[in-house]
């Protein structure tokens, strides 16, 4: 990993092949001591959190992932917890307009990953519906929040591939886009390898909990 400093005026040096944007970010995030995550994230994990509590109103069984996660890979594994005596499961993923972009086929597994690519930069929404003594279990349904995640954009995505393949490799930079974009848990993992190589680099120290305070946030009601 480069060395990254910052002088009195907040000049960043060690980054200069990354994009003056992404630079400026890494700045923001120094003298803040913290990473911020989108709009989205926040968003999609407020729905998440009331998916995850334990009311059952809406909630026949529980869905596990993705939910209100922004996600890198266009053909996301959908996981669930199954509903007893469930003789098949389908899922349906709907875009923001409810339109179906695609079903499964009767399962028995309560995993399945989706075959065709979903679009970059585009929220979705799903639900599994077990079939269970000849009726049909949905989960969610109202008053149940929408399972929600986004597929990460293209410009983001550009970004980050950027900042994977700059050399020297820096933890900081990575860390900084992965957070950009909603990918905590990668950010925490850049964070990691950045507090080991700077065991007493106080901003290094004060970025990983900052990191791990959100994801806490996110994941708290798993």
Same mark, same amino acid.
């Given at each position: 990993?480069?060395?990254?400093?910052?002088?009195?005026?907040?000049?960043?040096?060690?980054?200069?092949?990354?994009?003056?944007?992404? =630079?400026?970010?890494?700045?923001?995030?120094?003298?803040?001591?913290?990473?911020?995550?989108?709009?989205?994230?926040?968003?999609?994990?407020? =729905?998440?959190?009331?998916?995850?509590?334990?009311?059952?109103n809406?909630?026949?069984?529980?869905?596990?992932?993705?939910?209100?996660?922004i996600l890198?890979?266009?053909?996301?594994?959908?996981?669930?917890?199954?509903?007893?005596?469930? =003789?098949?499961?389908?899922?349906?993923?709907?875009?923001?307009?409810?339109?179906?972009?695609?079903?499964?086929?009767?399962?028995?597994?309560?995993?399945w990953?989706?075959?065709?690519?979903?679009?970059?930069?585009?929220?979705?929404?799903?639900?599994?519906?077990?079939l269970?003594n000849?009726?049909?279990?949905?989960?969610? #349904?109202?008053?149940?929040p =929408?399972?929600?995640?986004?597929i990460?954009?293209?410009?983001?995505?550009?970004?980050?591939e950027?900042?994977?393949?700059?050399?020297?490799?820096?933890?900081?930079?990575?860390? #900084?886009?992965?957070?950009?974009?909603?990918?905590?848990?990668?950010?925490?993992?850049?964070?990691?390898?950045?507090?080991?190589?700077?065991?007493?680099?106080?901003?290094?120290?004060?970025?990983l909990?900052s990191?791990?305070?959100?994801?806490?946030?996110q994941?708290?009601?798993?």
């Amino acid at each position: 990993s480069s060395k990254v400093t910052i002088d009195k005026e907040g000049k960043l040096a060690g980054l200069d092949q990354l994009p003056a944007r992404v =630079q400026e970010k890494i700045r923001a995030a120094l003298l803040a001591g913290k990473l911020e995550p989108p709009a989205t994230l926040t968003q999609l994990n407020g =729905q998440r959190s009331t998916l995850l509590s334990e009311s059952g109103n809406g909630l026949p069984f529980r869905l596990l992932s993705p939910l209100g996660e922004i996600l890198r890979n266009q053909q996301p594994t959908f996981r669930w917890q199954g509903l007893s005596g469930a =003789q098949s499961y389908k899922v349906t993923v709907t875009d923001a307009d409810l339109n179906e972009v695609a079903t499964s086929p009767p399962l028995n597994a309560t995993e399945w990953r989706i075959t065709e690519p979903l679009k970059r930069g585009v929220i979705y929404s799903w639900q599994v519906s077990a079939l269970k003594n000849g009726a049909v279990v949905t989960s969610p #349904v109202l008053p149940a929040p =929408q399972a929600k995640f986004k597929i990460l954009g293209h410009s983001t995505l550009e970004t980050i591939e950027q900042a994977e393949h700059a050399e020297p490799r820096s933890h900081l930079a990575l860390s #900084v886009v992965y957070a950009e974009a909603g990918l905590l848990e990668k950010a925490e993992e850049e964070l990691r390898l950045l507090v080991r190589e700077n065991p007493h680099a106080d901003i290094a120290n004060k970025l990983l909990r900052s990191v791990q305070s959100l994801r806490a946030t996110q994941t708290a009601r798993r």
